[in-house]
């Protein structure tokens, strides 16, 4: 038998309370008012006891309660994309047939797309019949086509193969060349027509239809200078930049008609070449 001592004070309560609440509860019925308010007092009473002492013989209930930290809100993931790093500085303005693709950045070839945007050290190509339009934020134009390759650069056009006409709209903020295998050629306000042959080792042809078209070698150093309808063909590994200027010669009337009503570049688009008025004027004034 368990002796008074071996008992809690909170245990020893609760027996006593509920001993007092079996004991009036088969009274409840017959006692007076007076004992009924009573009754009730004490029964609310022996309750509210009883949950004072269970509360106590489990001190940790509301410990628990409060010592948890308050739980944080739940942060969103960082996103797995990082932002792009690369400024749009092109975007392709027209397709005529296919293929016509794009390298963008190291990545693989795939279908070019109008409005797709272009950024330096992207590569644009066409092939067999295929043309294609693209326009620079700075306000030049070019289209390109018979199996051409040319990667856009800070302020450079890289033109590995194939042909291109290239315009100016406006004032250019500042100057864009066009890099070729033998040299490079200096836009300046003009429409200037580049042509690459498949036979590496035959000469690149550059034609200015309006304006001037500044043309030098690799390495750098003395230009030369083309005006409305002239031409002038560099033979891979030309090094006498004299010998070239010698070798600037213009259009006639007839040959400058024919181009500009056969060229796919000029014709092959919806849309009008802008400059095309240009054009017709140098063809004009041709003899």
Known sequence: MTS??????????????????????????TISLRGQSLTIALLVAGGMALAGCDSQSDPFRNRASTSNPPVEPAQ????????????????????????VSVTLGQGEPEPAQVKQTLAYGDQIRTDDQALAE????????????????????????????????????????????????VGIAGIRGTTV??????????????FSWEGEVAFRLADGGDEVVLNSGQQLFVSPGEQDIEALRQQVQPLDRAAAQKRLEESRLVNGFDRPLPTRPELEATVEALE
Request: proline share 9%.
């Open 4 to 29: 008074h001592s071996d008992l809690s004070p909170t245990l020893t309560m609760q027996h006593v309370l509920r001993g007092i609440a079996l004991a009036l509860e088969g009274r409840s019925k």
């Open 76 to 99: 969103e993931a960082p996103s797995a994309t990082a932002p792009a790093d690369q400024t749009a500085i092109a975007t392709i303005q027209a397709i005529v047939a296919n293929p």
């Open 134 to 181: 693209v326009g620079l934020v700075t306000g030049a134009m070019f289209r390109i086509g018979g199996n051409a390759a040319l990667t856009l650069q800070p302020n450079q056009l890289k033109l590995d193969a194939g042909q291109m006409i290239t315009w100016v709209v406006g004032k250019l903020p500042e100057p864009v060349e066009i890099v070729t295998p």
């Open 193 to 206: 027509f580049v042509n690459i042959d498949d036979d590496p080792n035959a000469p690149v042809e550059i």
